[in-house]
């Protein structure tokens, strides 16, 4: 069976969830070959989640040289991967850099690459990829024709699998050129953690948009009450109310929960772009006439500052 | 500084969006416009210039079907020196890849005439909004990419910027020739005064065979594209569910009555 490389992502060797969704992906379209580029601490730490989802071998690569750059390492690396063991794909998460790594890739093997898929699946040939476009107005199916299918995935489009995998860990030493080592990272802020769940892997996200009148109090509290990420619509962003890493739509995370709480946001196309997929929509806002109502599920007109206190209170209640 | 902006000619998303029989998204039948993203790659190239306030020069550079001259126009109107339009018929249908060899044979071409330092481009287009092609352009041209820039400053042949990137915001630089993506964070775009509409009319304006830039019609295009669309579906529109209307706490009631028959609690 061929192996399926898949780029981990993770913070100090802390796998990220959409890693390990990889891996059961993988795991449907040959064996699952982790690539780990980190320290070797943090190596150790990824090794155990990577075997315990699936990963038969884990290829380490040290990163002391080149975690100062930018993309470009990580992809000149993938390329010499692909180039030894011939995959039946690369699998990596979509985000900014998982696209650009992915992009510079399939230049650098002349592969064809399908980027943002919300489902991967094994079909003769090469794997078939399913994905969300026009702002979710049209699914695609696709598969990759030229070279080595090179697939970026969506965060939650599969339910990770635990299933021990063999992981046997390999040190892979690359030879990165200097002309990969062009882009330099000079400073680097991580980013402070909320408390909450990640935005695109959350199960529910609650957000709120220009009639929040930027106090975000009421859709954080009613967040905290269901567990849920907190994301913000382009106005509030754009207001300076929340921070645009929790921008929902076209510019800013696709998110497709199982719950999407939409409080003070009319439901402009490129919102909906970000939120269209999810499984249940619920809007609060004051204007009957706003087009969110036309995609809810359940709506309520009124004032987001009285009704989500409101609700939260209640929610806690039950919650007892 | 010698800056080429490359910039997308796309349907409007609040149009008919929607594709061909062949898969291909339709571009001529839907009213199409300058990608908005682009925009703010034409914005802060004019900044840079202006900034600079020397011989810099900004030329923008569009690939796509006839009316994609319109999103070269607009480029100038804002402010932009010159355009070029690579038109052909044979790049119809191209991915990614094919997309930017093309853009990357055109910058060799333009830098073969006037020489080019830097190159913009937005951070998606707002269609088929992949968000790859300018890595891949930076990777085709051998240069550094300095992609997703939120903040951009130029400071002799160092161009640096802020990155705001998934668990870490970073500051990044590359040296000169480079390539440089913007976000939609980074400052927003002008409108084309109606001096600069008059202007547009004036600036030099070439359009580009496939031949002039040395590229072969059987190298792009959808037959030789590395990837192929199967099938595409409309979503079954969402039908809008029960909609109440507050009145003294019902509508909190209401709302965890129905997240709680959806076992959300």
Redesign the interface.
Known sequence: MSEVLVLVDHVDGAVTKPTTELLTIAARLGEPSAVLIGSTDAVEVATQTLTKFGAAKIYTVDDAETKDFLVSPKAEILAQLVARTSPAAVLIVSGGEGKEVAGRLAVKTDSGLITDAVDVQAEEGAPVTTQSVFAGNYTVQARVTTGTPIITVKPNSATPEASEGAGVTEAFTPTVSDQAKTARVTASEPRKASGRPDLTEAAIVVSGGRGTGGDFAPVEGFADSLGAAVGASRAAVDSGWYPHSFQVGQTGKTVSPQLYVANGISGAIQHRAGMQTSKTIVAVNKDEEAPIFELVDFGVVGDLHAVLPAATEKVTERKG | MNIVVCVKYVPD??GD???ESD?TVDRVGVDGLLSE?DEYAVEQALRIKEKLDDESTVTVLSVGPEQATDAVRKSLQMGADAGVHVCDDAIAGS???GT?FVLAKAIEKIGAESGWDLVVCG??S???????????V???L???????G?EITVENDTV?IR?????????????VP?VLSV???SGEARYPSFKGIMAAKKKPMQTWSLSDIGVETNQVGLSA???????????PP?T???????EE?S??????D???S?K??
């Open positions: 998303a609040t969006r929607h594709f898969y993203l991915d990614a890849l930017s951070m998606a707002t269609d088929g909004s992949m968000g790859v092609v300018p890595a891949m930076s990777e085709r051998g240069v550094p990419g300095v992609t997703l939120s640096r990155r705001d990137g998934d668990t870490a915001t970073e500051t990044v630089e590359g040296t480079l976000t939609d964070q594209a590395w990837t192929s669309v199967q099938d595409t579906a409309a979503r969402r809008a569910g029960e909609i109440v209307t507050d706490g509508g909190a009631r209401a709302l965890v129905f997240l709680a959806k959300f609690i």
